[in-house]
Structures are given as structure tokens and as C-alpha cells.
């Protein structure tokens, strides 16, 4: 260190804040397009970010000369503080359907916290080291390990796509050791570096300030990660304090019953049979459907699909994974309601089971699949198969079928296929070339395949002349969006949009433009089948929409709620005001996973709103269709529209919690219809 206490300190915090920015940069190598404002707007968190950086290198080489037992004591103190750290992040890795109920898994979790503290201790003792080198030698040596250390680091920021509690631990490792890097290099030049340094921090302060609350917002995850690394409280987290959640609504009732619609929407005689038969399909994207690959279509079938029967346009999800997606269709209920619902909700299936002979479900064998919350949640009592394949599922769900034909049985069915969701794997009968997202589509067409297989026998066989067929994707999927692969975390475009298809013989063919979600499939089941439709829910009928109402909106959510934290939630049977409230405001601003979103379409516009950072992003999809945030839409009025839409949505959200609450005990009769 020099002799000079502020030159010191402007050498280090030069070093931490070039080596924040460059992480921050290289977090952004797979986008396509970066514009000079999220340029400026990374620069701002860098420079924010750097704050504890520097304090970190200001530490370590004050440590570094100081005596041994202060040096163990703070390495010690710094292995500890990251196990603690790290305690909560695990377990919410660990939540998912491998680990869940694995007998290992405390050990698991011993295992990796130690793992996060030897990495601790051992950056921590490698960063005095670097501080105590004098030696050129030596000290290029250090330099030439430590960029190779911070080389894998951004490798693993840039492939390691995942939520920005995981991407906070290699950022400000990352960014510590650049930094130190730089410092150590630029250590005997000071004043040309303070001098930078003040300019870029009076050209950033005014320019950075302009952008920073839009960036939290933007879905990089490293940026909002080296927030929270940067303990960046005045953008992510004094906001919220002052916006604490309450479940006192504005003196407004709890809805009252609705009428019973028990005339079946597509004239089934009151006697006759009916049966419902639910085809769902993980992560199937909207816009692939109908797309062509080397003058191959991808989804001949589905496509085959959509022209027969009655396809909607503007038909989005819930929400971007499967169980809250498919709970929803199920139940009708939002995904935040079924989060905080005080007991398991009533299903299409559990409200049925009186009126219909046989329930049958057809899932694919994966461990998550397997978990007893989706038994006891999504398909509770119903008679149910596994299969290994697509193949597999369609072959079980027919033979059950032509049983149930030969029995004279009532039937409401349910075959969940799952090629699509990844890994993904190339099929041999399947060739669209080598990457990703060749072997995502490889996975669309085996499915395809089995979806015709599916239909052949239903027409074969006459099922639609006494059945409603529904088909749906519960989610979309992304490949290589915003940098990222796979579900949840997004409500853009390519993750909401999913194709809606009705199937009867009754229908003629079809294109309804009215705004619809997922949630809208239960009341219509019920509608079908001539029962009561529950009074506690927003959702419609489908039959009851206007086909062509432009103005209806659909709502979709994001928040980092899975695993076991779930599963429990639906184990309490009561909860109390306060328990609630914190479940809500854990949905709103998270403090895990990632940011919490909602989102409305309506007509030709979406807006994302990122619940913690309390900014949105407002998209034109006709002039937009990719969701680009680069794109800004400018047009107020619709904005202001669909904000004042999606407030009253979740208001009427909250009150519906509430009263939920309230009259637990509200289970309507359910008739057999006349």
C-alpha cells in the first residue's frame, strides 16, 4: 500500500469497480443486443457493487500484515458467515423432486455447506497471499492463477443460468479477485487512476442514476445479483418496508354464489354421457407450433389439432411451471391463491368424482411426478399410471380408454406428455441437427408423433361424439432468451403463450380472440359436465366468452416458491393473519430465487410488472412479438390501462384470499346434473 491513506483507498476501489463492471459485462456475452443504456445501467451496480468489494480487498490487506492468529481469526469468521449465508440458498436448491425426499439429503446439505466454507477460507488466505507477495515473480505468478480462477468464474456466470441467489456467489468472488488483479497491477500509478476514477464516478452518478431502477427489473440476474452481493438496500430493499402487504380489504363482501350452469354448453342431452379427457404437454412453446424445420413441419399433428377443433388465440398460462400452471387449470384458482389456500383445494377431479365413473391419469415417470403432492394436489384419488416415454403414455391412456369402453364407463381422463421438457435429447426418427435448441424441437415432433397416435384412436374409436377434448401446454419455454434456458422466472411471450384447443364433434372449427388463461379450463369442465361452479373464483367458462371480446384480460405470476415450501403449505390446516401476510409478502419481494412478477395480456399489449423493484416493462406484441425490453412501447394510455387492470386484479386477488380465509368451509353442493 502507498504512504497516503486516500491514494490507497483510490487504487483499491478503482480495481474492485473495473472488475465489478467487467463481471457485469461478461454476464451479458450470450445477449445478442446491448444498448449504451444498459451499458450505463450495468456501470451504476458496478460501481455500487464495488462498495463491499473494496471494503473486502481494504481488509485483506490490512489482515495480510498483521499478525498470524487475526489472519486465522477473520478466515475463520469469513467461512462461518458463508455457511450461514449459504444455509438457506442450498436447502431451496435442494427442494426440488431428486433431492426432496432423498434419505441423504441433510448429509447432501453438510456436504456443499463445508464445500462453501473451505472455498471461503481458501479465496480468503489466497487474497492475503496476493497482498503479501513482493517478488515480481511471485506476484505474476498469483496474478496468472488468479486469471485463470476468475476465467472459470465468468465461464460458470455465463453457462450457469441460474437464479440470482446461485449467481451472487460467483459474482463477488469473481469481481473480489479481479479486483484485487487490478489493484495489484495499477498499484504504482495512482494518480492517472484516481483521476479516471473520479471522472467515471461523477459521468456514472449522473448518467447510471437515470437507468438503475429500471435495471433491477430487466431479468439479468448477475445485475440483480451484484445488487444484493453490493447490499444495494436503497433499489431492492428499503422500498418495500413501507409497503407492507395487508389482508384487510376495502370493506367489500366475499363474492356470492354463482348460478349453477347445468346445461351442458354444447347440447349433450341431460342423460347423456360425457366424458372429459385432458391432454397436457410440459414446456411446449406457442410460436413453434406450426413451424417448419428443414421444410419439415415440427407439429403436423397439433397443428392437425387446432384446425378441427376450437383453438385460442390469446390463451396464456398461469404461471411458468407446471405445478401452479396445471394447478391452476384444475382448480381455477390463481397461482398465489392456491399458495396460500388454508387447505388443499377442490379440483375438477374431486368435484366430478360423484357424477363420472372412472378418473385416470397417465404421468410421466419422473421423480417429480412421483412426489405425494402431486397426487394429493393435482389428480388427488384418481387411478394412476407412469410412464418411462411419450410412447409409453400414449399407449397406457388408449388401453384404458378401450377398457372403459368395454366396462360402458364414464371416463375423465388425464395424460400429461413430457418430451419437451429438458434435458432435451435428439430423436433418430426426429433429424433437425445438432445444439440445444435442435434437440428442444427433435423432442416437439416425437411428442407430435404420440399426440396423432392419440387422436387417430379418439376419432377411431368415436370418443368425441360424447367427449370433450382439451388440449393445452402448461407452460412455454425459453432457449436462450435474456441469456437463459428452461421455465420459471420469466412471464415474457416465450414463456406464457400457449396453445388452448376444445375438441368435440359438436364444434366447428375455430379461432376465438378473446384473452383467456389456463384458469379458465376448470370452470369449463364443470360447465360441460353440468355442475355447480365453485362462488371463490375469478375464472370463466370458456363457453360463456364472447369469442371475439378484445377487452378481456388474462393475468399470469412468477414467484420462487417450490419443493417442500409448497407441499407444507398445503399441510396446515389453518394459518394465522400474520403467518399469511408474511407468505404474501414473500410472493411479492423475494428474498431468494428470483424476482416475483406479474403480468397482464390484453389485445395486443403485455405488461410485466417486477414486483420488488416496483418497475415494469410494457410491450407492443404487434409491433414487438419477441418481448424485446429494448423496444420500449411509448404509448401511454394502454399502459396506464393494463397498471390500473393488473392493481385491480390483485386487489380482487387479496380479497379472494381473505375470504377464503374466512369460509373455509365453503364447499358448494354438487349435484348430480339433471
Known sequence: MTSKPFDSMMMVWSGAY??????????????????????????????VGSIPTTLALVAAARVAGAKRPLMVASTVLLAALTMAVGWEHIDFLLSGPRWLDHPRRPLLQVALLSVLGLLAAAGWLWLMLGFRIRRPA???????????????????????????????????????????????????????????????????????????????????????????????????????LSRATSLRSSGEGCPEPKPILETSPIGVLPDGRRNVILITVDALRKDIVGQELNERPVTPQLSRLMAKGVSFVNATSTYPATL?????????????????????????FTRARAHIDQQIAVLPDVSWFRLPIVQQFLAPGVETKFAGTDADATDALVASLRQARRDDASVMAWVHYYAPHDPYESHAAFPVGDGKKNAYLSEVAYFDRELGRLMDYLEADRWLDDSLVIFFSDHGEALGESSYWGHHVYLNAWMIDVPLVLWHAAFAPAEPRVGVSLADVAPSVLHFLGLPLPSDIAARSLFTLDPDLPNRASFSEAFPVRGRELFDSFRLPALDDATIRARLQSIRVSSKGYEPKGAISLDRYRLIRHRGAGTAFFFDRETNPGEDPGLRTTDAKPRRLLETE?????????????????????????????
Open 138 to 240: 511471485q506476484q505474476a505468478t498469483w496474478i496468472t492463477f488468479s486469471i485463470v480462477a476468475v476465467g472459470l468464474l465468468t465461464a460458470a456466470i455465463v453457462r450457469y443460468r441460474a437464479y440470482d441467489y446461485s449467481i451472487a456467489q460467483l459474482v463477488f468472488p469473481a469481481g473480489l479477485l479481479s479486483g484485487a488483479v487490478l489493484y495489484l497491477i495499477i498499484r504504482n500509478s495512482p494518480r492517472r487512476n484516481i483521476a479516471a476514477g473520479l471522472a467515471a464516478t461523477c459521468l456514472l452518478f449522473g448518467v447510471g442514476s437515470r437507468f438503475a431502477p429500471v435495471l433491477v427489473a430487466t431479468g439479468q440476474r448477475e445485475v440483480i445479483a451484484q445488487s444484493r452481493a453490493g447490499a444495494l438496500a436503497t433499489l431492492y430493499v428499503l422500498p418495500q
Open 324 to 348: 401452479f400452471a396445471v394447478g391452476s387449470a384444475f382448480t381455477g384458482l390463481s397461482p398465489a391463491e392456491l399458495y396460500l389456500s388454508p387447505s388443499l383445494p377442490e379440483t375438477i
Open 18 to 47: 473495473l472488475g465489478a463492471a467487467f463481471f457485469l459485462i461478461a454476464g451479458l456475452l450470450p445477449q445478442g443486443t446491448v444498448s449504451i443504456g444498459l451499458l450505463a445501467q450495468l456501470s451504476w451496480l458496478a460501481l
Open 646 to 674: 393488473l392493481d385491480s386484479w390483485e386487489n380482487a386477488q387479496l380479497r379472494r384470499i381473505q375470504c377464503r380465509l374466512q369460509l373455509s368451509g365453503d364447499r358448494p353442493e354438487t349435484p348430480r346434473p339433471r
